[in-house]
């Protein structure tokens, strides 16, 4: 019989997750002798007996793994030297001095646990820390890597005799589960009460339930974060809550006891379960029964309501409590835009005026890490906001590049370090232009560089000389690549699904800076990985006061008008948007002489400032409160017109108008504004012209790309830019393509709005520098 030794090299997510329990349970059923390591460059395993026993194993491996594992490589080799050995064995993790292997993300409760947590004969019976090697915190408590228990916060606390039985024993299902705990030996909760003083003789869930059952609000220290919490059914709870957050229309997040609630409240499709019960467990944009009897306070004006299900322990016995409330209300624990609270002082210091108590635990969160955020559109998902459950799992590029680190946008700031084929994207860190945030992303990077054992050689930025995400670029000290901000939103698409270049692009944004002085935001673009021509565009209208427009959609209202009927559009146009007249006249007049003497008023073919413009025409909002607020509620609201997905018919109210100029081909904006005047002056709902105008530019972009198919031969379409985020476009877009014979590709695991800017950034920046490297 031939004797043979391997030795194998395994990376991706295999470190954390059951896989080394995995590996030897395999090797004692074929009967191999062997090890296997946790090493910073993977797992590795070497194993040694009957040649075709061996082979049998290689088969197997891939085969059966855990859940969790996630194998990006497998390198195979003879082992030159094996080492003698009996039996199988699990050596201590080995420390190397380059880091390639990753950790989970934070997982939610499994089956598992969860029934252990409800049985009482279980020795962690309602232990709200219970855990085990598919479940619990992994990103949100790691110092460093190796992930041995020792460099996470679960090192504070010592295991007792029961749990290092079950830590050690390899065919347990938390053999080496690093923060595994129990009632004698693990983390524990307690309350603190709204002076932040702690009431060691209350019981923290009991007090917990009742005091949310009142209608008040709790802060509680979770997974990655503080959350607000209070009762999701009480008006005048959730009420107070806005009025102590400053935070007057902004959506807020519930959460509830379990599936069948959410059922009761909003419409619930197989694919929206899945993800919600899933390991991620994110928020899920789900669309509200009409009966729903949800504080309208959630998030007044928007036809969806942001669903999540309690994804620890912790949440788990809180809504198993009698008195508790079967739907929370669940926001960050912070005030308006700040990063979420992480420590115990914090949140006592910055939400002291806003909660009237504290659960807390003494559980060091080591990074904190808001909700993820996602929707599903015709079965599939969409992530909006990129967070727990999802980083660090590195994304996989196409091709190989060396290691460049991109710093992202302005708001809804990531950063993306890429090191040969893995991608690793920060989590959302929120708007720089917060001094805290700041100084979050330059601590979130630190870690992540220490973490990774990361040294960038280069370093991409947004072209935008002000944001400060470009200045700290700057201060680095390395080479910098500067990226066109919707370049960036095309890449990181064609990243994410691995689309050879050229590929066609339709970026629907906010406003993304351009040399050309015009401030860009709705554009057809042909785009390599390296660069773009713009092939077509909106047609640009003023921006008065440039950055203000977008908390005053009235004045994009006013720059459309203008741009059909001039300075005296008030007197041409015979019909006024509704609720015109509440506007002050003098700033109505001030806004105008802006525009006709062109100060402070740049063009822009900013589609996010279209729908803000004929959001303020059909009288939806003259002014928003958060980013994006006047688009989300024009697209609720062409949603209650019940008239299906737009762009699917043949002919649509408003006609669609191309033009070709030295720019490109510009979707002019007359048919449109034509058309909702008139409908306007007929008295037709706001639902429906909000409808048509979705129609209407689906219609034309989609005629607009058609003739750039036809010129250029390319057929692959990508969509992204913070208006995609837009579940009713994005299935416009989707149908309407595929009626032209066009393939659109939209985002999936990478936010369309600017959460995946930096990872674009970066394959843009390491592409450019392999090609300039080349040609040395
Ligand atoms: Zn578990
Ligand atoms: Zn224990």
């Given at each position: 019989?031939?004797?043979?030794?391997?030795?194998?090299?395994?990376?991706?997510?295999?470190?954390?997750?059951?896989?080394?329990?995995?590996?030897?349970?395999?090797?004692?059923?074929?009967?191999?002798?062997?090890?296997?390591?946790?090493?910073?460059?993977?797992?590795?395993?070497?194993?040694?007996?009957?040649?075709?026993?061996?082979?049998?194993?290689?088969?197997?491996?891939?085969?059966?793994?855990?859940?969790?594992?996630?194998?990006?490589?497998?390198?195979?080799?003879?082992?030159?030297?094996?080492?003698?050995?009996?039996?199988?064995?699990?050596?201590?993790?080995?420390?190397?001095?380059?880091?390639?292997?990753?950790?989970?993300?934070?997982?939610?409760?499994?089956?598992?646990?969860?029934?252990?947590?409800?049985?009482?004969?279980?020795?962690?019976?309602?232990?709200?820390?219970?855990?085990?090697?598919?479940?619990?915190?992994?990103?949100?408590?790691?110092?460093?890597?190796?992930?041995?228990?020792?460099?996470?916060?679960?090192?504070?606390?010592?295991?007792?005799?029961?749990?290092?039985?079950?830590?050690?024993?390899?065919?347990?299902?938390?053999?080496?589960?690093?923060?595994?705990?129990?009632?004698?030996?693990?983390?524990?909760?307690?309350?603190?009460?709204?002076?932040?003083?702690?009431?060691?003789?209350?019981?923290?869930?009991?007090?917990?339930?009742?005091?949310?059952?009142?209608?008040?609000?709790?802060?509680?220290?979770?997974?990655?974060?503080?959350?607000?919490?209070?009762?999701?059914?009480?008006?005048?709870?959730?009420?107070?809550?806005?009025?102590?957050?400053?935070?007057?229309?902004?959506?807020?997040?519930?959460?509830?006891?379990?599936?069948?609630?959410?059922?009761?409240?909003?419409?619930?499709?197989?694919?929206?379960?899945?993800?919600?019960?899933?390991?991620?467990?994110?928020?899920?944009?789900?669309?509200?029964?009409?009966?729903?009897?949800?504080?309208?306070?959630?998030?007044?004006?928007?036809?969806?309501?942001?669903?999540?299900?309690?994804?620890?322990?912790?949440?788990?016995?809180?809504?198993?409590?009698?008195?508790?409330?079967?739907?929370?209300?669940?926001?960050?624990?912070?005030?308006?835009?700040?990063?979420?609270?992480?420590?115990?002082?914090?949140?006592?210091?910055?939400?002291?005026?806003?909660?009237?108590?504290?659960?807390?635990?003494?559980?060091?969160?080591?990074?904190?890490?808001?909700?993820?955020?996602?929707?599903?559109?015709?079965?599939?998902?969409?992530?909006?906001?990129?967070?727990?459950?999802?980083?660090?799992?590195?994304?996989?590029?196409?091709?190989?590049?060396?290691?460049?680190?991109?710093?992202?946008?302005?708001?809804?700031?990531?950063?993306?370090?890429?090191?040969?084929?893995?991608?690793?994207?920060?989590?959302?860190?929120?708007?720089?232009?917060?001094?805290?945030?700041?100084?979050?992303?330059?601590?979130?990077?630190?870690?992540?560089?220490?973490?990774?054992?990361?040294?960038?050689?280069?370093?991409?930025?947004?072209?935008?000389?002000?944001?400060?995400?470009?200045?700290?670029?700057?201060?680095?000290?390395?080479?910098?690549?500067?990226?066109?901000?919707?370049?960036?939103?095309?890449?990181?698409v064609m990243a994410e699904h691995g689309l050879d270049a050229p590929v066609l692009a339709v970026i629907l944004d906010g406003t993304g800076y351009h040399p050309d002085g015009t401030i860009w935001g709705g554009e057809v673009l042909m785009v390599t990985f390296e660069s773009y021509k713009r092939l077509?565009?909106?047609?640009?209208?003023?921006?008065?006061?440039?950055?203000?427009?977008?908390?005053?959609?009235?004045?994009?209202?006013?720059?459309?008008?203008?741009?059909?009927?001039?300075?005296?559009?008030?007197?041409?146009?015979?019909?006024?948007?509704?609720?015109?007249?509440?506007?002050?006249?003098?700033?109505?007049?001030?806004?105008?002489?802006?525009?006709?003497?062109?100060?402070?008023?740049?063009?822009?073919?900013?589609?996010?400032?279209?729908?803000?413009?004929?959001?303020?025409?059909?009288?939806?909002?003259?002014?928003v409160t958060y980013e994006g607020q006047a688009a989300m509620e024009l697209e609720s609201l062409a949603r209650c017109a019940g008239k299906g997905i737009p762009g699917v018919g043949i002919d649509g109210c408003?006609?669609?108008?191309?033009?070709?100029?030295?720019?490109?081909?510009?979707?002019?904006?007359?048919?449109?504004?034509?058309?909702?005047?008139?409908?306007?002056?007929?008295?037709?709902?706001?639902?429906?012209?909000?409808?048509?105008?979705?129609?209407?530019?689906?219609?034309?972009?989609?005629?607009?790309?058609?003739?750039?198919?036809?010129?250029?031969?390319?057929?692959?379409?990508?969509?992204?830019?913070?208006?995609?985020?837009?579940?009713?476009?994005?299935?416009?877009?989707?149908?309407?393509?595929?009626?032209?014979?066009?393939?659109?590709?939209?985002?999936?695991?990478?936010?369309?709005?600017?959460?995946?800017?930096?990872?674009?950034?970066?394959?843009?920046?390491?592409?450019?520098?392999?090609?300039?490297?080349?040609?040395?």
């Amino acid at each position: 019989m031939a004797e043979a030794a391997v030795r194998l090299t395994v990376q991706g997510t295999v470190q954390g997750v059951g896989f080394r329990p995995y590996v030897y349970r395999l090797a004692e059923q074929y009967n191999l002798c062997g090890t296997i390591a946790n090493t910073s460059v993977g797992v590795v395993i070497r194993v040694q007996g009957a040649a075709f026993r061996i082979e049998s194993f290689l088969a197997a491996l891939p085969r059966g793994c855990p859940p969790l594992v996630s194998i990006s490589t497998m390198k195979c080799e003879v082992d030159e030297k094996p080492v003698p050995a009996a039996g199988f064995t699990i050596l201590p993790s080995v420390h190397e001095e380059t880091v390639q292997a990753l950790f989970p993300p934070d997982i939610a409760l499994c089956a598992d646990c969860r029934r252990e947590l409800h049985d009482p004969a279980d020795h962690r019976y309602h232990y709200p820390f219970i855990n085990c090697t598919n479940c619990g915190p992994r990103f949100t408590i790691v110092h460093a890597l190796p992930y041995d228990r020792c460099r996470t916060s679960m090192a504070d606390f010592s295991l007792c005799p029961a749990c290092a039985d079950e830590y050690k024993d390899p065919l347990n299902r938390r053999f080496h589960a690093e923060p595994v705990a129990c009632p004698t030996c693990g983390p524990q909760l307690s309350w603190l009460n709204e002076a932040g003083c702690s009431c060691p003789l209350v019981d923290p869930l009991e007090m917990a339930a009742t005091v949310l059952k009142a209608g008040k609000i709790i802060a509680i220290k979770g997974l990655g974060g503080f959350h607000l919490a209070v009762d999701a059914m009480s008006s005048p709870a959730v009420s107070r809550l806005r009025d102590r957050k400053h935070r007057p229309h902004k959506p807020l997040a519930v959460m509830a006891r379990d599936l069948d609630a959410i059922r009761h409240y909003c419409r619930l499709s197989p694919a929206a379960e899945m993800e919600l019960a899933g390991p991620t467990a994110p928020i899920v944009l789900l669309e509200r029964l009409p009966q729903s009897t949800l504080a309208p306070e959630i998030a007044p004006g928007i036809a969806d309501v942001g669903m999540m299900l309690p994804y620890t322990p912790l949440h788990e016995l809180l809504f198993s409590h009698d008195d508790a409330p079967v739907l929370l209300v669940m926001t960050s624990g912070n005030l308006s835009d700040e990063p979420i609270c992480g420590t115990i002082e914090e949140a006592v210091d910055r939400l002291g005026g806003l909660a009237d108590g504290f659960l807390v635990h003494n559980r060091e969160i080591v990074m904190a890490v808001d909700d993820s955020v996602g929707l599903c559109v015709a079965n599939q998902f969409h992530l909006l906001r990129r967070s727990r459950g999802y980083v660090p799992a590195p994304l996989s590029l196409p091709s190989s590049l060396q290691s460049v680190l991109a710093v992202g946008a302005e708001l809804k700031s990531t950063f993306c370090l890429v090191r040969g084929r893995q991608a690793v994207l920060s989590q959302h860190l929120g708007d720089l232009e917060d001094p805290r945030t700041e100084s979050f992303f330059r601590s979130c990077y630190a870690h992540f560089k220490n973490l990774l054992q990361f040294e960038p050689r280069l370093v991409a930025c947004d072209l935008h000389p002000d944001y400060r995400s470009t200045r700290f670029a700057q201060s680095l000290g390395l080479p910098v690549i500067q990226i066109q901000h919707h370049h960036a939103h095309a890449v990181a698409v064609m990243a994410e699904h691995g689309l050879d270049a050229p590929v066609l692009a339709v970026i629907l944004d906010g406003t993304g800076y351009h040399p050309d002085g015009t401030i860009w935001g709705g554009e057809v673009l042909m785009v390599t990985f390296e660069s773009y021509k713009r092939l077509g565009h909106l047609e640009p209208v003023f921006l008065p006061g440039g950055d203000r427009a977008a908390w005053e959609p009235w004045r994009m209202a006013a720059a459309l008008l203008y741009g059909q009927h001039g300075e005296c559009y008030e007197e041409h146009g015979g019909w006024l948007p509704p609720g015109w007249e509440k506007i002050d006249p003098q700033h109505r007049r001030l806004i105008t002489k802006m525009m006709m003497q062109e100060i402070n008023s740049p063009l822009t073919s900013s589609c996010g400032r279209l729908f803000d413009g004929v959001a303020a025409l059909t009288g939806v909002r003259h002014y928003v409160t958060y980013e994006g607020q006047a688009a989300m509620e024009l697209e609720s609201l062409a949603r209650c017109a019940g008239k299906g997905i737009p762009g699917v018919g043949i002919d649509g109210c408003y006609p669609v108008s191309l033009s070709a100029r030295p720019t490109g081909l510009v979707v002019q904006l007359e048919g449109l504004l034509a058309g909702l005047c008139e409908d306007g002056r007929k008295g037709v709902s706001a639902a429906d012209i909000a409808w048509e105008f979705h129609d209407w530019l689906v219609r034309s972009l989609v005629e607009n790309i058609t003739l750039a198919a036809a010129e250029t031969g390319i057929d692959n379409v990508v969509f992204s830019g913070g208006c995609l985020q837009n579940g009713l476009l994005m299935e416009g877009f989707s149908t309407r393509c595929r009626a032209v014979g066009l393939t659109p590709y939209f985002p999936l695991q990478v936010p369309a709005n600017d959460g995946g800017v930096s990872l674009g950034q970066a394959v843009i920046a390491g592409t450019r520098s392999a090609a300039n490297l080349s040609c040395v």
